[in-house]
């Protein structure tokens, strides 16, 4: 009888120690993962569930206070990822607004200073688009009286405020009345449009060596690394060798002169690539492709994805093994050594990813038109790749940058209005494009089926403004 008492302590110590094992050990730690995967109390959400192993990124204290609640910890993590977000989209409602005494009391109907209050993990049940877990009402619980100074929204439903085209809780840059109004009457297609054209060279972090090209005699890889001529060639006809890249720049060795010199390393760290492309890895790690880099797991793979993705590829993807195996590094999309920025453009997306908006894509005259770039019978920056509108480019202090985060303009969508469609379109068909039920999964082949009323309205508001400052003057003596 003792012996089967010690057989049921030693299990369960067995188990104890393992889950334990699991709880604690690393989210990098690969063996670990289906561990830690049983203490999940539920399901995460679309934007979390890479990094839902590495429980500490939202539980554990950030040292702000000597004893945290539950709901300070996770407030910390939400803006510690997601602040510099939100003050770049000029936040519609920030917490300070709520400090404001005027609006203190709109605090009793919903705590608006704590994320969690709308953004709950793990209750798949509750979760709507955006990771939101009220109600799809929740606007009406402070603006029900909203018909009485906006009488154009008399008899709108409780539950259409948050429809696209419409308003946003955080980020309405693209639906500011003024700016709604401002871009009143503009056609559909803008003649001529063109997406900003890339600054590589003036937005580099690091630039601190002599830009001359560099021939083919001239790679200082070492006598001991192989090389093949083609590999030699794919390096001297990209920008890299054109602005006087060497091999050692990257791959380190001897005559290395990167500030991080290390050993020749046959395989190119990302932390090498931000040296000189910072801008580019800032914004990769906050999105999709490389959120689990930017929090010290092993990078993101296909068959770890919710959505639809091949099983296998070719063309130059085939050097990661197949779709279902492709790491999302830099080298996912600039295969080394081309680094050929047409193909991540488009054909390395579609290596990939094989849901129905993806797969539609060929079949558009977005399509249509980047092909033609690609031939030389379009202009330079008039064709419209998955990058154009996934990962658009933005001005910054030194020139246009390609935004890595290919989120970014999805948070919410309406953000790719203004920061991509206005190059080709007007606000009004690129909002009603957006707001289209079916645009989405036809990758935008055809005009939108129905148009959102957010400029007409605006416009009508301002002229109506007009004529009663107009109605004032003429009263007044």
Same mark, same amino acid.
């Given at each position: 009888?003792? @012996?089967?008492?010690?057989?049921?302590?030693?299990?369960? &110590?067995? &188990?104890?120690?393992?889950?334990?094992?699991?709880?604690?050990?690393?989210?990098? #730690?690969?063996?670990?993962?289906?561990?830690?995967?049983?203490?999940?109390?539920?399901?995460?959400?679309?934007?979390?569930?890479?990094?839902?192993?590495?429980?500490?990124?939202?539980?554990?204290?950030? /040292?702000?206070?000597?004893?945290?609640?539950?709901?300070? &910890?996770?407030?910390?993590?939400?803006?510690?990822?997601?602040?510099?977000?939100?003050?770049?989209?000029?936040?519609?409602?920030?917490?300070?607004?709520?400090?404001?005494?005027?609006?203190?009391?709109?605090?009793?109907?919903?705590?608006?200073?704590?994320?969690? @209050?709308?953004?709950?993990?793990?209750?798949?049940?509750?979760?709507?688009? +955006?990771?939101?877990?009220?109600?799809?009402?929740?606007?009406?619980?402070?603006?029900? $009286?909203? %018909?009485?100074?906006?009488?154009?929204?008399?008899?709108?439903?409780?539950?259409?405020?948050?429809?696209?085209?419409?308003?946003?809780?955080?980020?309405?840059? *693209?639906l500011y009345e003024k700016f709604l109004a401002?871009?009143?009457?503009?056609?559909?297609?803008?003649?001529?449009?063109?997406?900003?054209?890339?600054?590589?060279?003036?937005?580099?972090?690091?630039?601190?060596?002599?830009?001359?090209?560099?021939?083919?005699?001239?790679? $200082?890889?070492?006598?001991?690394?192989?090389?093949?001529?083609?590999?030699?060639?794919?390096?001297?006809?990209?920008?890299?060798?054109?602005?006087?890249?060497?091999?050692?720049?990257?791959?380190?060795?001897?005559?290395?002169?990167?500030?991080?010199?290390?050993?020749?390393?046959?395989?190119?760290?990302?932390?090498?690539?931000?040296?000189?492309?910072?801008?580019?890895?800032?914004?990769?790690?906050?999105?999709?492709?490389? +959120?689990?880099?930017?929090? /010290? +797991?092993?990078?993101?793979?296909?068959?770890?994805?919710?959505?639809?993705?091949?099983?296998?590829? /070719?063309?130059? $993807?085939?050097?990661? %093994?197949?779709?279902?195996?492709?790491?999302? @590094?830099?080298?996912?999309?600039?295969? /080394?050594?081309?680094?050929?920025?047409?193909?991540?453009?488009?054909?390395?997306?579609?290596?990939?990813?094989?849901?129905?908006?993806?797969?539609?894509?060929?079949?558009? *005259?977005?399509?249509?038109?980047?092909?033609?770039?690609?031939?030389?019978?379009?202009?330079?920056?008039?064709?419209?790749?998955? *990058?154009?509108?996934?990962?658009?480019?933005?001005?910054s202090g030194e020139g246009v940058f390609v935004?890595? $985060?290919?989120?970014?303009?999805? =948070?919410? #969508?309406?953000?790719?209005?203004?920061? &991509?469609?206005?190059?080709?379109?007007?606000?009004?068909?690129?909002?009603?494009?957006?707001?289209?039920?079916? %645009?989405?999964?036809?990758?935008?082949?055809?005009?939108?089926?129905?148009?959102?009323?957010?400029?007409? +309205?605006?416009?009508?508001?301002?002229?109506?403004?007009?004529?009663?400052?107009?109605? =004032?003057?003429?009263?007044?003596?």
């Amino acid at each position: 009888m003792r @012996t089967k008492w010690i057989a049921w302590a030693v299990v369960n &110590v067995a &188990v104890l120690a393992t889950f334990t094992i699991g709880l604690i050990a690393p989210a990098s #730690n690969l063996p670990s993962e289906s561990l830690k995967r049983a203490w999940l109390p539920g399901e995460t959400t679309h934007g979390h569930y890479q990094i839902e192993l590495d429980c500490d990124a939202c539980h554990d204290p950030s /040292g702000n206070s000597s004893e945290p609640s539950a709901s300070d &910890v996770m407030q910390d993590a939400c803006i510690s990822c997601h602040g510099e977000q939100l003050e770049l989209a000029n936040d519609t409602h920030p917490s300070k607004k709520f400090r404001d005494p005027v609006h203190a009391d709109l605090l009793n109907i919903i705590n608006a200073q704590d994320c969690l @209050t709308c953004h709950r993990e793990h209750v798949p049940d509750q979760t709507l688009n +955006m990771g939101l877990t009220l109600p799809s009402d929740y606007c009406w619980h402070c603006h029900q $009286d909203i %018909g009485e100074s906006r009488p154009s929204h008399v008899g709108m439903t409780h539950d259409t405020c948050a429809t696209a085209g419409c308003h946003n809780y955080h980020d309405n840059r *693209a639906l500011y009345e003024k700016f709604l109004a401002d871009h009143h009457g503009a056609s559909d297609h803008i003649e001529g449009g063109r997406v900003p054209h890339r600054q590589t060279r003036e937005t580099l972090s690091r630039s601190d060596w002599e830009m001359v090209a560099l021939s083919l005699e001239q790679s $200082d890889a070492p006598e001991p690394v192989e090389t093949t001529p083609e590999l030699l060639q794919d390096w001297q006809e990209t920008a890299h060798a054109a602005a006087g890249v060497n091999c050692s720049m990257c791959h380190g060795g001897s005559e290395s002169k990167t500030p991080t010199a290390t050993p020749w390393n046959d395989h190119v760290a990302m932390e090498t690539c931000q040296e000189c492309h910072a801008k580019q890895v800032d914004t990769f790690v906050t999105g999709k492709h490389g +959120m689990r880099l930017g929090a /010290g +797991m092993s990078p993101m793979n296909t068959a770890m994805a919710r959505l639809p993705m091949h099983t296998s590829s /070719g063309g130059q $993807d085939a050097v990661h %093994g197949g779709a279902a195996h492709a790491e999302l @590094t830099c080298n996912a999309c600039h295969a /080394g050594h081309r680094f050929d920025t047409k193909y991540a453009a488009a054909e390395a997306c579609l290596n990939c990813h094989a849901d129905d908006h993806s797969l539609a894509y060929a079949d558009t *005259a977005h399509a249509a038109l980047w092909a033609a770039e690609l031939d030389g019978s379009g202009e330079v920056n008039s064709g419209v790749s998955c *990058a154009t509108c996934h990962l658009p480019r933005l001005e910054s202090g030194e020139g246009v940058f390609v935004n890595h $985060d290919q989120n970014a303009s999805l =948070r919410p #969508n309406e953000t790719m209005a203004r920061e &991509v469609c206005l190059n080709c379109h007007s606000l009004e068909y690129s909002l009603s494009a957006l707001a289209d039920p079916q %645009g989405k999964t036809q990758c935008y082949g055809n005009p939108p089926t129905q148009r959102t009323k957010s400029v007409e +309205m605006a416009h009508e508001w301002f002229e109506q403004q007009e004529a009663k400052r107009r109605a =004032r003057q003429k009263r007044s003596p």
